[in-house]
Every structure is written in structure tokens, then in C-alpha cells.
């Protein structure tokens, strides 16, 4: 029995080189590979000595050749493949242990392997003949079933699948290279390739299974989430904490708190401590906080605990680290709610969202506007103490689901209006929550208002400035009708709709 051996990643191959030679098995391979197998004193056959050429073209051309093509390709049951062996002198090649280089960690064209995947693909092809090893991790298990003999057909069959799967991340992870380095806002194509990291105890329903993925030789935020306590997660569980987490990144550099609930915020606040910060997150809506995921940007701290364990049970916990202590308390009223540490969010490049037969694609969720771009479109001015509280509002409704609608007051989001079929409704239901607190304050809308009647709805809120992205054919009159009001107005010239 005959194996070779080519592995960029040299973790575990001498003791894989050790076991099959140990079981009676002749090696070959080259550079790196045979040179560890040969330092490690056991017998090596170099490609070169195989195929009667060297390598060359700075080490391009090893293995591309018909004695080891041949090798893994030839179907063993036809005889006539076996005659053409035999009339060229090839032996056959039972076992391929490669993996390939690192273009993921450091992408350039001297990374893009050629030869790896080739004998990847034509081993995988060939699988009823030849075993296929591209993950370390399988050493062992390869190792403990060929001391029973053969591999069986079911192990030949899963090692060939994922071979497979990983030819097609590597080549997918340099068709995005390609594409980042293009000035096209979207690819032509774009191509997934995903490993399930985290099974879940359920998906969107009980009824339904539920798995993180992630982009194969990536990894995220997610992947640094370390959880001290709770149930195990569930794919709501994660969709809501993305969301918060991402939320709560976006509200500045304050302490702040966000609380998300079915994707949407049911609260947000900044304040001067993490503790009120929360206590005013919570206010906004108590009643839709109950079960909520609750996101904060500062460790928490025992003051913070006190007021949460005072206030409504949350599902999941979230937040860059928790000081001593924190975590005791809050298992000792809440020993049911995930707490979990986390870094940053990241944002990846493309955000794509599936339909029955494809994808619908598009650049990620962001603001592009920033005040310097926005116009103040009444007489009235807003004041400095407003204009933090504009600023505020327009961040917060940004991520909400539309129509939306968010009134703000120092910092806090007293009314949300989310996911409405029209405009007045969500502003009704933010006035509502609102309860007059956001006196004073600002009115966010994530699109403009195409009739008055939504202006006369913020301002009986009691709110001191409307932010709206402008550019409705009725915009005229809704500036008049906020002069009228004695409301200042912004146009921000950026809609912000989120499905």
C-alpha cells in the first residue's frame, strides 16, 4: 500500500507518516513534507525519484504528472485501465494526505496552490479506490481504522465529501480576493462556502433545527463568544444578540444599553453610567423588555446587576465582560438567562438575505450621511441640547424594522414605532409608549413623510425636532405645517429602511 504525502500544515504528519509506515505502508513525497518525514527517520520516496522529474518552475510543477494522476485516478475494476498502468510503469496510489496553502491567512498569487487541489479533486473523484485526507483532525481516525484493515467505503466517501467542500472554499476564498481588489460595489458572482461551527437547540420554532454557519478559513465575532451561564442558545437567540450587539456599537461612545425583542429595540439609552444607561432602557417599554435580549457597550458592574435583577427577566445577557462578581449575582435571580462575553461586531462586506431559488444581495447596512451633509429645512433652528437628541434618534431608527418611527428625550428612546404598514400608525404607537416623556425632545422617521399628518402626529408627542430623510413630492407642505407647529425640521437626504 502506497500513501503520499504533502501537507503545508505539518501538525500531526510525522506521527501519521510513523503509524503508516508502521503498518507496512512506502511514503512519498516532497519538499517540506518529505524532509520532516526523513529528519523523523523513516523511509520516503521523493516525488522527483517517482516521476523522473524534478520539481521545478520555483517549486510550480511537483506532483502534475501521469505517475501520480494516474496513480489516483485509475478505476481498478477496468482492465483496461489496469493495462495502461501496467504499459507505463504506474503503481498505484492508495491513500492522499495534503493540505493546501494558507491563502485565506495571507492571500497573494504565490498562494493560489495548483497541485494540492488537483490531487484533492482526483483522489476525491477516485474515492472507491483511494482515501483523501485534507483535515489533521482526521489522522487519527484514519490511522485507527486502517489498523483494522481497509478503509471502509462510508469513511472513503465522507473524506472524498470533504475534500470536496474544501477545493471549493479555497477556490471561493480566492474569487473573493479577486473581487475585493475590484472597484465594483458587487461581485458578478459570488460564492459561499460554510461550515456548521454551533448546533442549536432549535431554530426559529421548537419544530425546526437550527445551526451558525460560518464563511469556511474565516471566523467572526461570534467565534470569541464565550457564554458563563444560561440555557444553551437558540437561533433566535443569536439573530436577536446580532442585532442588539451591532445596536449598541452604534450609539457612541457613552455607556449604553440597548434591549431588542423580536429584531427590534424595545429600548436604548446612553447616560453617563452603564447603570442608568440600562434603568432608562428598560423604562422605555417595561412590558416588551420581559424576555428581551439586553446589550451592553461597558462591563458590567455590580450597580448594574442590582438594577437588572430588580427589573424584568431577559433571555440573553451581552456585553464586553463582566466585573467580579456580576455573574454570581445575576445567576442567583436569573439562573436561566444566557450571559455571554463578547468582542466587537464585525461587519462583513456583502449582506445577503435568501428567496425561493436565489439571493438578494447588497452592501451592508450603514449610515453615509453624517450631520455635516444634513439641512435644517424650517425656521426654526434646533438647539445644541436637541441636536444631541436628533443625532440620537435618527441612530437609533436606523435599526429599526420599517416603517419606523423613534422619539428621543436626553438620551433615552422613549417611544418606538416599529414595523407599521404606514407611517402614522408607527407614529402613534411611539407617542403611545412615549406617554409624553419625549417632550421637548426629537422625532426620528426612517423615510420621509409623504403627508402632513405625520408632522402634526410628532409634534402632539410633544417633540421639539423632526429628523427625516426629506424628498417626498409633498415635502413643501410638510415643512410648512412644521413651521406652522413651530417645529424645527432636519432633511438628512438618507433613507434608512430596514426589513
Not at 464585525?346 to 438578494?360: A, C, D
Not at 402634526?456 to 415635502?475: F, K
Request: charged share 20%; aromatic share 6%.
Amino acid at each position: 500500500m502506497k500513501a503520499l504525502l504533502s501537507a503545508y500544515d505539518k501538525s500531526g504528519i510525522v506521527d501519521l507518516a510513523k503509524g503508516l509506515v508502521d503498518l507496512g505502508w512506502d511514503l512519498v513525497s516532497s519538499g517540506g513534507t518529505a524532509k520532516a518525514i526523513a529528519e523523523a527517520g523513516l523511509p520516503v520516496t521523493d516525488v522527483a525519484d517517482l516521476t523522473g522529474f524534478p520539481a521545478m518552475l520555483g517549486h510550480r510543477v511537483v506532483t502534475l504528472h501521469p505517475k501520480v494522476h494516474g496513480a489516483l485516478l485509475a478505476d481498478r475494476d477496468d482492465p483496461s485501465h489496469r493495462a495502461d498502468m501496467a504499459e507505463y510503469g504506474i503503481e498505484p496510489i492508495d491513500l492522499v494526505v495534503v493540505n493546501l496553502y494558507p491563502f485565506q491567512s495571507d492571500p497573494s498569487i504565490e498562494l493560489i496552490d495548483v497541485g494540492g487541489p488537483t490531487m484533492v479533486r482526483a483522489a476525491a473523484k477516485n474515492h472507491a479506490h483511494v482515501g483523501i485526507v485534507v483535515d489533521p483532525a482526521d489522522y487519527d481516525v484514519v490511522l485507527e481504522e486502517l489498523r483494522g484493515g481497509p478503509l471502509s467505503a462510508a469513511t472513503k466517501r465522507r473524506l472524498a465529501r470533504k475534500a470536496f467542500a474544501h477545493t471549493a472554499a479555497y477556490d471561493a476564498a480566492i474569487v473573493t480576493w479577486f473581487d475585493e481588489a475590484d472597484e465594483e460595489p458587487l461581485p458578478p458572482t459570488v460564492h459561499l462556502a460554510l461550515e456548521r461551527v454551533q448546533d442549536l437547540r432549535y431554530g426559529e420554532n421548537p419544530h425546526q433545527t437550527g445551526a451558525r454557519y460560518r464563511t469556511i478559513g474565516s471566523s467572526s465575532w461570534w467565534d470569541d463568544v464565550e457564554q458563563h451561564a444560561g440555557m444553551a442558545l437558540s437561533y433566535l437567540n443569536l439573530f436577536d444578540a446580532d442585532a442588539a450587539w451591532a445596536l449598541v456599537h452604534d450609539l457612541g461612545d457613552q455607556p449604553a444599553v440597548a434591549i431588542i425583542k423580536h429584531a427590534n429595540p424595545c429600548g436604548a439609552a446612553v447616560a453617563d453610567t452603564l447603570d442608568e444607561a440600562y434603568q432608562r432602557a428598560f423604562e422605555c417599554d417595561e412590558r416588551s423588555a420581559f424576555g428581551g435580549i439586553v446589550a451592553l457597550n461597558r462591563p458590567v458592574d455590580i450597580a448594574t446587576v442590582e438594577r437588572m435583577v430588580a427589573a424584568a427577566q431577559a433571555d440573553l445577557v451581552i456585553a464586553p465582560s463582566f466585573e467580579p462578581g456580576a455573574i454570581e449575582a445575576l445567576q442567583a435571580k436569573r439562573k436561566n438567562t444566557r450571559l455571554l462575553s463578547a468582542p466587537p461586531p464585525t461587519v462583513e462586506r456583502l449582506q445577503l438575505r435568501q428567496l425561493n431559488g436565489g439571493f438578494l444581495v447588497q452592501d451592508q447596512h450603514h449610515f453615509a450621511a453624517t450631520r455635516a451633509d444634513w439641512r435644517v429645512v424650517t425656521q426654526r433652528q434646533p438647539t445644541e441640547a436637541e441636536w444631541a437628541d436628533t443625532e440620537l434618534a435618527w441612530r437609533i431608527c436606523g435599526w429599526v424594522k420599517s416603517n419606523s418611527i423613534v422619539l428621543v428625550k436626553d438620551g433615552t428612546a422613549w417611544g418606538i414605532g416599529a414595523g407599521q404598514q404606514n407611517r402614522v400608525e408607527a407614529g402613534l404607537i411611539a407617542a403611545s409608549k412615549a406617554a409624553g416623556r419625549a417632550a421637548g425632545g426629537a422625532c426620528a422617521s426612517d423615510a420621509f413623510y409623504p403627508f402632513p399628518d405625520g408632522i402634526e402626529a410628532a409634534a402632539e408627542a410633544g417633540v421639539a425636532v423632526i429628523i427625516q430623510p426629506g424628498g417626498s413630492v409633498g415635502d413643501e407642505k410638510t415643512i410648512a405645517k412644521a413651521d406652522e407647529l413651530g417645529v424645527a425640521m432636519v432633511f438628512t437626504g438618507e433613507r434608512h429602511f430596514l426589513h
